[in-house]
């Protein structure tokens, strides 16, 4: 165990000394997204962008809660197989897509992607893949709130041809995990326990369904328990909610002060022993993590760091140049 725990800091030192050379060279995006650009459509669909920006925009003004759905999505599919679009691919008669795990059964927003990519085949047949439609909509879902892009999106991705539950299963994070458990998560992909911290302040807009977190408040240990590092008077307010370990339809607001509002109060939250999930609260029992924790309370700190960690997840395992295919529909591989 020592060894593994040993082997995983070395990994995330050679990760940092990586993405310092990439940034310090000035290939920041050959580094860590192949082929990925900005304005990659500027030529080929020059209204691609601002498309996919005023069609969004057009949802959230209607369903204020899609920010949320949008944001988990791209993040459940860069997880799996990279940032590929595998997610939005339906099962078939031979397969049983990432749709159907059990991270993704809560998922939303498809109809809004589909959306997009009607606009876009419109406009621009077989140009815009449905990967960089996603990483491009749930940036502008975050968005519209402030009215300007929260963070820069680099595209060039091209769609998978693959999408298989099993590996949703296994790469996705859970909410239950421990820190070791997401530390490994995150390496696996790349991604250092800053991105972590960083990333999980994307709890701060949505909802968490009580399977997620309910044995907290009744099981923690197998013994009708509750989690002791939940605050006790936050923990009888979700008893509330969920009433017990069978309630599988309630929904509870990840951040109860700003359910709706992306900002940085989630970590405020988290300091306050107030995290839904498990793998909010142990961020507090690393200490290196505890501490990014305490520095992105400040909002532009913590609008800065994301937008850079999003740049990187963004990035990951991305298929570019002649991998993969442009879909003709996001939730069906083309037809040979």
């Not at 020059?46 to 809660?65: G, K, Q």
Request: glycine share 6%; with cysteine; charged share 20%.
């Amino acid at each position: 165990m020592h060894y593994r725990l040993e082997t995983l800091e070395v990994y995330e030192m050679k990760v940092n000394i990586l993405l310092l050379i990439c940034v310090v060279s000035g290939i920041l995006v050959a580094c860590e997204g192949g082929q990925l650009r900005k304005r990659f459509y500027e030529k080929t669909c020059p209204s691609a962008e601002d498309i996919v920006r005023d069609v969004t925009w057009n949802h959230v003004y209607s369903n204020p809660r899609l920010p949320a759905k949008l944001l988990r999505m791209h993040f459940h599919d860069c997880f799996v197989r990279g940032c590929d679009g595998s997610i939005l691919l339906n099962s078939t008669a031979n397969n049983t897509a990432e749709k159907a795990a059990v991270p993704n059964l809560s998922l939303s927003g498809f109809d809004v992607i589909d959306d997009i990519k009607e606009k876009l085949e419109e406009k621009c047949p077989g140009v815009v893949s449905c990967a960089d439609i996603l990483a491009l909509a749930a940036r502008d879902s975050v968005s519209f709130q402030y009215n300007k892009s929260m963070w820069e999106v680099l595209t060039g991705r091209r769609d998978g041809t693959i999408s298989l539950v099993r590996e949703a299963l296994i790469n996705i994070p859970a909410p239950f995990f421990n820190f070791t458990q997401l530390k490994q998560s995150f390496a696996r992909k790349n991604l250092t326990v800053h991105d972590l911290v960083v990333l999980s302040g994307g709890h701060t807009i949505g909802v968490g369904g009580c399977p997620s977190f309910s044995n907290r408040l009744y099981n923690f240990t197998g013994k009708g328990d509750q989690d002791p590092s939940l605050d006790a008077t936050y923990a009888e307010f979700l008893k509330t909610k969920c009433r017990s370990l069978n309630d599988t339809t309630t929904f509870v607001e990840m951040d109860p002060s700003s359910a709706r509002n992306f900002d940085s109060s989630y970590y405020t939250v988290v300091k306050q022993h107030k995290g839904l999930f498990q793998s909010d609260a142990v961020l507090l029992t690393n200490k290196g993590a505890s501490n990014i924790v305490a520095e992105l309370e400040d909002l532009n700190k913590f609008f800065t760091e994301f937008a850079q960690s999003m740049k990187r997840m963004g990035a990951v395992e991305v298929l570019t140049g002649t991998s993969g295919q442009i879909r003709k529909k996001c939730w069906a591989v083309n037809s040979s």
